[in-house]
């Protein structure tokens, strides 16, 4: 018999399985001070929680049997998940199962914004009877820009088409088929397509790319008198500015169900002067009872399953794996995803092929092309370049279990071989093919432990994958360095390092500067429009 703790209120449809479940006894403990919860958790196999309970290394002390621990819902900042991995805890969660809620409200949020249905209701309630001040816009024949054509932002697609709404996108990294698919027209320039639509409706994950992605000058591009709809997250849509353009009459009027700093205190959004043209909701999104029953359900399959013993979907950690590697494994591992990051910042288009090549005796104990199903097939290496590739664009959620399943669902055939090594002891390469780029990078982990990057599309180069790089093709002529060293200056930002990198008789070089902090939007531009310049790319690796 398996005890399974359940310690928040959780939606009871979505625990039938769980109830009817003949070797499973469900306790329900609500509201335990953190003794009870210790003395609670003694003897269960499995917890489930919501984000209210602090699974960390203590209470997974007190839960000597604990073999599953399952969150209903996405985020799993709740939970130690390096304590549960070295347990051998699994972690689950459910990162579906609200698509259709959040597609709903968003389409709700559309239709508010541009009838004014919030508006006409508080003045009616007030006793007023003031029709001439809810003139409102048809959506019929108007033009919806989604930003972020995933799993929401197709949804929302089909739905507005069913509205008459002509459809563009825009999201680099999604696959053509798909947007055919969909009947939904693509466009490749952000602040162009802002020009074209009448409504916008945002529905990208928060990256370091998307953060702050509608600021002033974005908001500047959009066409005038147009509507903006953010129900994805906070801080994608600078409020500030936002809230500007609505008191200029340059947007006719926003809806918000998610807010820069939540609940949202003192936002520019609550503004008087503009109360008249906003919608703001408290993150309601994903709050229907189909929605909370669905991931309640989700999680409870799959916790059912991994109790006994069967294979199981949606794990955010894979216990035990870092655990019993060495450490120049676990720095190979970490350098794999770093090169998987650096991809994604330099090929931004959808990535067709992701190739990963390993070479020397530490790889050699590692199996190829396990005869497992998603997500066990791939070596460690392998996963965990494809984990660096996809948090860059679809955060931080990404994780070493989800990342094989997403890069199916996304459309990226993943190979790996191996091959001999020559100039060092152990080499990692990894490949990226998009329709029109190919990118490839060799690293190493030196005897010390440190990581390193060591070609670069063909160009010999020696630098560390740390910090913000500014990594760069030039024409090889005298003058390219110092000029970006000089703008670099300009601006206050410091270089920490510097590495070339040339090839004889190909006229061009690579260049990674190591940067002591991220260098403004203005200087990528400049960077990006020297002739001198090929390509230009500012990556993040910080962190761990
Ligand atoms: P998804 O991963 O299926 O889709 C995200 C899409 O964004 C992908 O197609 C990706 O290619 C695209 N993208 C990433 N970076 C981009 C960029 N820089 N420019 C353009 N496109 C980019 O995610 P989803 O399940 O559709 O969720 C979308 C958003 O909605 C997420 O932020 C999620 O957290 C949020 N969400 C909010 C609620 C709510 O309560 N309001 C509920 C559920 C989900």
Redesign the pocket.
Known sequence: MHRVLITEHIHEEGLRDLYEAPNIETIVRLDLSKEELYEAVKDADALITRSGTAVDAKLLDAGKNLKVVARVG?GVDNIDLEAASKRGVIVLNS??G??L??TE?TMGMIIAVARKIPQANNSLRKGEWRRENFLGTQLYGKTLLI????????SVATRAKALGMEVFC?????NAKKVENLGVRRLDD?HGALALADFVT??????G??KN?IDDEALRSIKKGAYLIN???GG?VDERACAEALKEGRLAGAAF??HAVEPPKGSPLFDPEIAAKVVLTP?????TKEAQQAVAEIVVKNLIKALNGEPYENAVNIPYMENRMTLQEREFLSLARRMGMIAACVVKEHIAKMTVTMAGPLFEEFELNLPFELPYRYMPFTTAALKGLLEV???PEVNAMSAPL?AKE?GVSIFESRTEARTYKNILSVEIKSQNKAFSMDGTVTEEGKKRIVRVDGYEIDFVPEGWILLFSNHDRPGVIGKIGTLLGDYNVNIANFALGRKNGSGLAIAALQLDSSAPREIMEKIQKDADLLWAHLINLNGE
């Not at 825009?170 to 999604?174: C, R």
């Not at 993150?283 to 709050?287: C, D, F, L, Q, S």
């Open positions: 996405v990162p579906t609200n698509t809620a959040a409200l930003i972020g054509l995933g799993r929401i932002g197709s825009y999201d680099p990294y999604i952000l945002i529905h990208v994950p928060l990256t790319e998307t992605m129900c994805a997250r994608i169900d998610v993150h309601i999104g994903a709050n664009r679809l955060g997403l996304q």
